[in-house]
């Protein structure tokens, strides 16, 4: 599969491939983090979420994982399909001035068939 | 999909205008954001409202002001329109105020 180490802006894959995006954040003190996808025109959907006494968490097809030694997430994307391409965005959740998400730099999906 | 609905879908304004944006929350929460998001730029926070208080400010100016009602639904409001507030507004809502924010479809403002 399609793996960066550092975060690019765009990732293509092809159909069946597993897809790792990655992210930065820049808060030590940021407990909570989520990763979005969002479709052309739509707003962001929630894919999964992990806290910081976490490191690993699996959902359908998907895992995130938290090294907060580097403050670093990734997101992993098992058997990619094209309904998967989007562009994708990591959100920590700041406790300044109300509870804000602050949100990386998106990754563009593309998976061809 | 979530259960944030937000209207209207666009909206064209002329610079110099006033625009609301209105946003119903999914049932059972209380708590609702706004984000501006720039074409090709990740959502930026604007404020935060926690049972009909405001909660939290983003670095945005005092012509970006919002309202939150009994029943949860919220209003944001931007007066003096720039240019620049061209963007797709988002609001989330969650059911906490440090839970997962679940996303509406957005409005998208074109300011000319």
């Known amino acids: 599969g399609e793996s960066v180490g550092l975060h690019l802006p765009t990732l293509s894959v092809q159909e069946g491939d597993n897809s790792i995006i990655n992210c930065a954040y820049s808060?030590?003190?940021?407990?909570?983090f989520i990763w979005y996808k969002q479709e052309s025109g739509k707003g962001p959907q929630f894919i999964i979420d992990?806290?910081?006494?976490?490191d690993k968490r699996q959902g359908q097809r998907v895992t995130v994982l938290l090294n907060k030694t580097v403050k670093h997430l990734s997101l992993q994307i098992a058997a990619t399909q094209p309904g998967d391409s989007a562009v994708y965005f990591c959100?920590?959740?700041?406790?300044?001035?109300?509870?804000?998400?602050?949100f990386g730099k998106g990754t563009t999906l593309s998976v061809s068939s | 999909e979530t259960g944030v609905t937000q209207s209207p879908t666009h909206l064209i304004k002329t610079r110099g205008q006033q625009v609301t944006l209105r946003c119903s929350s999914q049932s059972g929460h209380n708590t609702v954001s706004w984000y501006q998001q720039a074409l090709g730029q990740g959502p930026q926070f604007i404020f935060q409202?926690?049972?009909?208080?405001?909660?939290g400010r983003g670095n945005f100016p005092p012509r970006f002001s919002g309202l939150q009602f009994p029943n949860y639904s919220s209003e944001l409001n931007v007066n003096a329109l720039e240019l620049d507030d061209s963007a797709l507004y988002l609001c989330a809502s969650s059911s906490r105020i440090a839970d997962t924010q679940y996303f509406g479809p957005g409005t998208r403002l074109t300011v000319l």
């Open positions: 409202y926690y049972r009909e208080e405001e909660n």
């Open positions: 808060n030590s003190a940021s407990d909570y």
């Open positions: 992990i806290r910081s006494n976490m």
């Open positions: 959100a920590e959740l700041l406790h300044q001035a109300g509870t804000a998400l602050i």
